[in-house]
């Protein structure tokens, strides 16, 4: 079993930064994939952005303002935040292990705890 440790959530305003940070307790090969999703109070569970095999895969509404990372012998990824929203405010979850490579989080098996991140206006 895998277990996913986050950090680097809070408050900041809009405009503003943050970087989130996880960590696996396991090997999670290069070609697996190891990403961001996030979720909203009342909604689902969206995929963020993701890496997998030297590609990686970022969701329309983020394109152009986060930025995925991973160091696969640190066994480490990281979500860089950058022109926050309030939108943006939900908990954020580090995942690794998909069956294929999408946002859907039904194809993914290992989860975190999960970090707040909270955008005010």
């Known amino acids: 079993q895998v277990q996913l440790v986050e950090s680097g959530g809070g408050s900041v305003q809009a405009g503003g930064s943050l970087r989130l940070s996880c960590t696996a307790s396991?090997?999670?090969?290069?070609?697996?994939?190891m990403g961001w999703f996030r979720q909203a109070p009342g909604k689902e569970r969206d995929g963020v952005a993701f890496s997998a095999e030297d590609y990686t895969y970022t969701d329309i509404p983020v394109k152009g303002r986060f930025i995925v990372s991973r160091d696969n012998a640190k066994n480490t990824v990281e979500l860089q935040m950058n022109s926050l929203k309030p939108e943006d405010t939900a908990m954020y979850y580090c995942?690794?292990?998909?069956?294929?490579?999408?946002?859907?989080?039904?194809?993914?098996?290992?989860w975190g705890q999960g970090t707040q991140v909270t955008v005010s206006s």
């Open positions: 995942a690794a292990g998909c069956r294929r490579r999408s946002f859907d989080f039904k194809d993914w098996a290992y």
């Open positions: 396991a090997t999670i090969a290069g070609s697996d994939c």
